[in-house]
């Protein structure tokens, strides 16, 4: 992240809140993948609280902060009975959802940072095929939202690309930036983009309109 002086804000969240910050609909589908993501690979990175280094951005202002992630396991499955099976299978690569797993684990993390970066808020839908993927206000003309996106690895650099696309070089297209296509929207009044990378454990949350 950015060097600073500063020293990150460390905010500490459990999982299970999320039942009460956001809709139990929404967050249902998403658990199994954050915990079988989140972790990693390295055994010695398998411990809680799992810590991402975030870069919170909202108009001129700037600020770090160090999101603590924990979970109880026996509370998660009182609400997704067959949790820990499902987490089983998504890890050892037994499940249809494999393919989707760092999307879900995005999703999951993007309603944590609602959740802590825009407190009162939540979540209403998930948009199919068209930016933001999470609404807010689904107003027509409108549109107030959370465009996400997961990365395994990759860190900070990872993420800028998604934010800020890839201009044309040696031969390969430009790729334009989450950033400024949702900017461009004309039907979207107030968006923030919520990137993740896995390892390092890296995120940007960032208000991007208006």
């Known amino acids: 992240?950015?060097?600073?002086?500063?020293?990150?804000?460390?905010?500490?969240?459990?999982?299970?809140?999320?039942?009460?910050?956001?809709?139990?609909?929404?967050?249902?589908?998403?658990?199994?993948?954050?915990?079988?993501?989140?972790?990693?690979?390295?055994?010695?990175?398998?411990?809680?609280?799992f810590r991402f280094e975030v870069e919170h951005l909202a108009g001129p202002q700037r600020a770090r902060v160090q999101l603590d992630l924990t979970w109880d396991m026996t509370a998660l499955e009182s609400a997704i009975p067959g949790l820990r099976d499902q987490v089983r299978r998504l890890q050892t690569g037994r499940s249809a959802q494999r393919e989707h797993i760092t999307e879900l684990a995005a999703y999951a993390l993007t309603l944590v940072a609602i959740s802590v970066f825009l407190p009162g808020r939540r979540a209403?839908?998930?948009?199919?095929?068209?930016?933001?993927?999470?609404?807010?206000?689904p107003a027509p003309g409108a549109l107030r939202g959370v465009e996400t996106a997961g990365r395994s690895a990759g860190g900070k650099s990872a993420l800028l690309l998604v934010r800020n696309g890839r201009p044309a070089k040696g031969g390969l297209p430009k790729v334009p930036g989450k950033a400024s296509l949702l900017v461009g929207r004309a039907d979207i009044a107030e968006v923030h983009l919520s990137l993740w990378s896995g390892s390092p454990r890296i995120s940007i949350m960032e208000q991007v309109k208006p």
């Open 1 to 49: 992240m950015t060097k600073s002086n500063v020293i990150p804000r460390v905010v500490p969240y459990a999982l299970e809140q999320l039942f009460v910050d956001q809709d139990r609909d929404l967050v249902h589908d998403t658990i199994a993948a954050a915990l079988a993501w989140i972790p990693g690979q390295g055994k010695a990175k398998r411990k809680q609280p």
């Open 124 to 137: 209403l839908a998930f948009r199919k095929g068209s930016a933001p993927d999470i609404l807010l206000d």
